[in-house]
Nanobody, 127 residues
Framework: QVQLVESGGGLVQAGGSLRLSCAASGRAFSMSAMGWFRQAPGKEREFVAGVTWTGRSTSYADSAKGRFTISRDNAKNTVYLQMNSLNPEDTAVYYC????????????????????WGQGTQVTVSS
């Protein structure tokens, strides 16, 4: 069982940066791949970034490549999403999620592979 709480969202101007954090509780965190997803109004939830349980391998949506960086600190039970060069199209509620399996050697891009979700944090980018 993993409980997740996101923080760090807010209002930022286009071109700015934000760092999202996701604090996890539960023994399974350090054994689980983690992902960040987002959902904009009227749109489906989409994968943003993922990191394996070791932190050694990451994956990104095309929209995030080169601008976002996912990382994790298993000692602090926290996963991060550093977002740079933000634009209005990045406006959404951002969710972190924990893989339903443990010790997977990849970070799934399909939200259905994730069993635990946070409540989300709003990111708004003004033009």
């Amino acid at each position: 069982q993993v409980q997740l709480v996101e923080s760090g969202g807010g209002l930022v101007q286009a071109g700015g940066s934000l760092r999202l954090s996701c604090a996890a509780s539960g023994r399974a965190f350090s054994m689980s791949a983690m992902g960040w997803f987002r959902q904009a109004p009227g749109k489906e939830r989409e994968f943003v970034a993922g990191v394996t349980w070791t932190g050694r391998s990451t994956s990104y949506a095309d929209s995030a490549k080169g601008r976002f960086t996912i990382s994790r600190d298993n000692a602090k039970n926290t996963v991060y999403l550093q977002m740079n060069s933000l634009n209005p199209e990045d406006t959404a509620v951002y969710y972190c999620a924990a893989d339903g399996s443990i010790y997977r050697n990849s970070s799934p891009t399909d939200g259905r592979e994730y069993s635990y979700w946070g409540q989300g944090t709003q990111v708004t980018v003004s033009s």
